[in-house]
Structure formats: C-alpha cells, structure tokens
C-alpha cells in the first residue's frame, strides 16, 4: 500500500527537554540558602504538522524550554518545586496559545546546612541522600494543575521486630517461617493532591517522611512489630492520609533488600553453634511489593 495514501492518525505526542539542572543561591547578606534541582519539561501543541508535515511554526524548541527554566527560576525563586512547577505549566499554558497541556518533573537535590561546633553555618552545606523529593505538575489548557509529589530511595533496616510465617505451604515452598528477622528495604512512595489551595509542600513532605519511619521503626526503646512488609505498607499510608486532608491517595513500593544468615555451620573447626552477628546483603532477586491508598468515597444518603 503507498504509505502516502495510509488512513493513520497521532494519538498520542508530546515533546520537551530533559535533566535541565539549575543551582540557584538566595543571599541576605552573610546568611545564604540553596535549591539544586533538575527539570524535565513535556508540551503537547494543538497541531500535529510538525509531525505530519514538518512544520514547525508552532514549536518551542526544547532550548528555549530550558532557557525558560532558568529565566523563572532567576524571577520568582523556588520556594517548593511543587510552586515552580506550577509557575512553569502556568508560562507554557498563558504565554503559547498553541500549547493544549504541559507536564513538568522536578527533583531536588538533598542539601543540608553544614553546622560546626553546634552552630549552623552560613553559607556551607552538605549532601545528605536520605531520601530525594520529587514532583510531577500537570495542567491542560483552561484546567486547574494537578500536583502529586514523593520520595525515592529512603533505605531503612531494623535488626529485630519483624517476622513472616503462615504464608502458602505447598510443593513450590523452600522458605522457612522466620519469627525474627533483618527488615530492610528501599521505600518509594507518591502521592497525589485532590487541592493545592493551603497545602505546604515543605510540611507535606516531611510529614509524610516521618509517617514511613515512625511505623517502619517505632519508638526508641522498644520498637514496633511489623508482621509482614505489606502490613507496614499500610500502616505508613494510613498515617500520612490521616495527617494531610488535601492528600487524596498515596502509593507505595516497598522492595526487600534481602540479608541472609551467613551458613557458618560448614566451619566446624571453629565450633560456632549459632549465627545472628553475620549476614550476606542480597538485591537480586528480591520481593517487590506495592499498594495504592485512597481516602474511601462517603456514600450519600
């Protein structure tokens, strides 16, 4: 069949510019702060002739996209990278009548102030990979933003206080129930907001960080036991939904970092008689477990 004469359409299209990485420093006098952050931007244009006909009238080239991102950011600062993001679809949407919908993907880099001697410094800082905070901002032409946020790679292990027994037994079963056992895993979570009106995007954040660690760890002394990794998967979800009224639902990946026992009964010279001090760290392959929360629906009367 001549490909000219083919009955086919575009769906789907989108373009934009990826990794745009910006340091921007805020200076009142001797006293300075940072945001590190790296931009991906995607515009959807009304027509598709750049495609069909290679015209490009109505492109905005992805340099200019990333000149974009920098001349914002110079103007109006970074207060969260949930508010840039939103100036961003904002100037795509009202400046380029062309453009029917943007989505903006921000992460930022986890710098902390330095402190020496107790105090904290005033223009030092140091990298802290805890865990890294990113955003997604998406708005189509005359709509409101639609905001979700989250972390990434939080690793977290506890030595003790977690078990998983009684799952299936069957012929396929090598693995033993285990009463006590090394809980380690990398969390990822996301959630998404009904309503950006009054959110603070710092406080959220945190918020959420520390709902994953109170119920992953518990308190100091004594701990909280965790079941299975599912049950604390909810726990930590329940917790921020229940904290943040404009959250509307929050994901959750929450894969094993495995830590096998180290078999030391081979070394039977050494007469070790039990092992709980030595263990292999294992990535692969590994459980993979994930869940979605929502606030549930009231049923009208």
Excluded at 93 to 119: C, D, F
Excluded at 207 to 225: E, H, M, R, W, Y
């Amino acid at each position: 069949m001549d490909s000219d004469n083919f009955n086919c359409e575009i769906i789907d299209s989108g373009y934009g510019k990826n990794n745009i990485r910006l340091l921007r420093v805020e200076r009142w006098g001797a006293h300075h702060s940072i945001k590190e952050i790296e931009v991906n931007t995607n515009l959807t244009l009304s027509s598709k002739k750049d495609y069909t006909h290679g015209n490009n009238t109505d492109v905005i080239a992805t340099d200019s996209q990333k000149n974009t991102v920098y001349i914002l950011a110079k103007e109006y600062g970074i207060k969260t990278v949930e508010n840039f993001g939103m100036l961003l679809c904002n100037h795509f949407l009202s400046k380029y009548p062309q453009v029917t919908n943007v989505h903006v993907h921000i992460e930022e880099a986890p710098w902390r102030r330095m402190k020496q001697g107790g105090k904290e410094h005033n223009h030092a800082f140091i990298m802290t990979p805890e865990a890294f905070r990113y955003c997604d901002v998406e708005q189509a032409k005359h709509g409101l933003p639609k905001v979700s946020a989250g972390l990434r790679g939080m690793k977290v292990l506890k030595t003790t206080q977690s078990a998983f027994k009684s799952f299936v037994d069957d012929e396929y079963r090598t693995l033993p129930d285990a009463d006590d056992r090394v809980f380690a895993t990398i969390v990822g979570s996301r959630w998404w907001y009904d309503t950006t009106k009054g959110v603070d995007f710092d406080r959220v954040w945190q918020t959420v960080k520390n709902c994953i660690l109170d119920n992953f760890a518990g308190p100091p002394d004594t701990g909280l036991f965790s079941p299975s990794v599912q049950h604390t998967m909810y726990l930590m979800q329940k917790a921020a939904l229940s904290k943040v009224e404009q959250m509307g639902k929050i994901e959750m990946v929450l894969p094993n970092a495995h830590y096998y026992t180290f078999d030391l009964s081979k070394f039977k010279k050494f007469g070790f008689k039990h092992n709980d001090e030595i263990f292999m760290p294992s990535d692969k392959p590994a459980g993979h477990i994930h869940a979605v929360l929502q606030r549930r629906t009231q049923a009208k009367l």
